[in-house]
């Protein structure tokens, strides 16, 4: 049997006045890749943020790996091996490619050594002395990955890594996905582009009003093409 890494139970999370989620409930075992579906607004990048504690107030229980992570400060909860790649990617536009990737902290052991990331991301080795600013916007988003493959972390969080990018960067980066999860990492994906997600993901999760409205295998998406449409026009 696959080991479970993550169970979100009753998860509540606030921006100030704001109730966001509302008693989020899902599990992740090790080594999948599971996609959150949903509309604009429906939750999907809040619940990210508030598995690694980036909401303002949560409430429920988040166990990471068997340990319940509610009360624990965002730093102490990326050390237990939690890598988080946000949507607006984060880079540091002063500083070079490299530079970008030898930044982060190791935050647990097996960190992917610049060797590695350089031949799994062949452009960043080519761009690797150019300023962060100079990277196009496919660049940008592959730099933001390789960063936490950096860290040593095994589950990683991607919000909407395929957004606005060309078709052959968005390939690039569905090769990449499923090469980790080959590797055993623990994958999952906040994602508008269904397409994109569809051949990756081995269990989805559908969010609405900030709750998880509906969950299925991916071998179960054939059937589930009116629920698609009704929670997303797919």
């Excluded at 690039?172 to 269904?194: D, K």
């Amino acid at each position: 049997m696959t080991a479970e890494l993550l169970r979100v139970t009753g998860l509540h999370a606030y921006y100030r006045e704001s109730h966001v989620l509302h008693g989020v409930e899902c599990h992740v075992n090790s080594g999948e890749v599971v996609t959150l579906l949903g509309r604009n607004g429906a939750g999907r990048t809040t619940t990210l943020k508030a598995l690694l504690g980036l909401v303002g107030i949560r409430s429920g229980s988040v166990m990471i790996n068997g340990r319940e992570t509610i009360a624990l400060a965002p730093h102490r909860i990326a050390r237990l091996g939690v890598g988080y790649c946000p949507e607006e990617r984060g880079i540091y536009s002063s500083l070079s490619t490299e530079e970008n990737l030898l930044l982060p902290p190791l935050i647990a052991p097996g960190g992917m050594p610049l060797e590695e990331i350089y031949a799994m991301f062949p452009n960043l080795k080519e761009r690797r002395a150019s300023r962060g600013s100079h990277l196009s916007g496919g660049e940008q988003q592959m730099l933001a990955l390789a960063r936490i493959l950096r860290t040593g972390a095994r589950l990683l969080l991607l919000d909407e890594i395929s957004e606005g990018l060309a078709p052959v960067i968005v390939q690039a980066l569905s090769r990449t996905v499923h090469r980790l999860r080959e590797q055993g990492y623990t994958i999952v994906m906040v994602e508008q582009n269904f397409r994109f997600a569809a051949p990756l993901a081995d269990r989805f999760y559908i969010m609405e009003r900030g709750r998880i409205v509906a969950g299925f295998a991916g071998r179960e998406l054939p059937d589930k093409m009116a629920l698609l449409h009704q929670y997303l026009g797919v």
